[in-house]
C-alpha cells in the first residue's frame, strides 16, 4: 500500500515562493509516476505537474516556468517548488502516484486524476495580493 504524505504549505504574498514535499513509501520514488494536483474551492481538481520513473517531466500551462518538480530517491521525497506566485494558485495541493506504466498516458492525455490510484490528503496554499 502506497502511503503519501503532503507538507510545506502555508500563506504567502504574491511574487514569493513556497516548497511542498510529499514523503512516499519506501522504493515509492524511485519505480512510481507521482503528480502534484490542486484544487480550489468550487473548482476542479487540475494536474499541475507530473515525474515519471526516469525523471521526464511534465507540466500544466498555467505553472510552466513558475513550478518545478523533482524528487530525492534517497529520502522517497517528491517536491514541487513553487516561485512567483499568483493569487490563481491558491488551492489545496495533493500528491499522487501510481506505476510507472502511466507515464506515456500522461504525455499524451495530460496530467488528469483518473490515471492515479493514490493519493496524500493535501497541504493548503494561500497566495494574497
Known amino acids: 500500500q502506497v502511503q503519501l504524505k503532503e507538507s510545506g504549505g502555508g500563506s504567502v504574498q504574491a511574487g514569493g515562493s513556497l516548497r511542498l514535499s510529499c514523503a512516499a513509501s519506501p522504493y515509492t520514488s524511485s519505480s512510481a509516476t507521482m503528480a502534484w494536483f490542486r484544487q480550489a474551492p468550487g473548482k476542479e481538481r487540475e494536474g499541475v505537474a507530473a515525474?515519471?520513473?526516469?525523471?521526464?517531466?511534465s507540466y500544466a500551462d498555467p505553472v510552466k516556468g513558475r513550478f518545478t518538480i523533482s524528487k530525492d530517491k534517497a529520502k522517497n521525497t517528491l517536491y514541487l517548488q513553487m516561485d512567483s506566485l499568483k493569487p490563481e494558485d491558491t488551492a489545496m495541493y495533493y500528491c499522487?502516484?501510481?506505476?510507472?506504466?502511466?507515464?506515456?498516458?500522461?504525455?499524451?492525455?495530460?496530467?488528469?486524476?483518473?490515471?492515479?490510484?493514490?493519493w496524500g490528503q493535501g497541504t493548503q496554499v494561500t497566495v494574497s495580493s
Open positions: 515525474i515519471d520513473s526516469d525523471g521526464t517531466t
Open positions: 499522487a502516484a501510481d506505476n510507472p506504466l502511466i507515464g506515456p498516458a500522461i504525455q499524451s492525455l495530460g496530467i488528469i486524476s483518473r490515471l492515479f490510484s493514490y
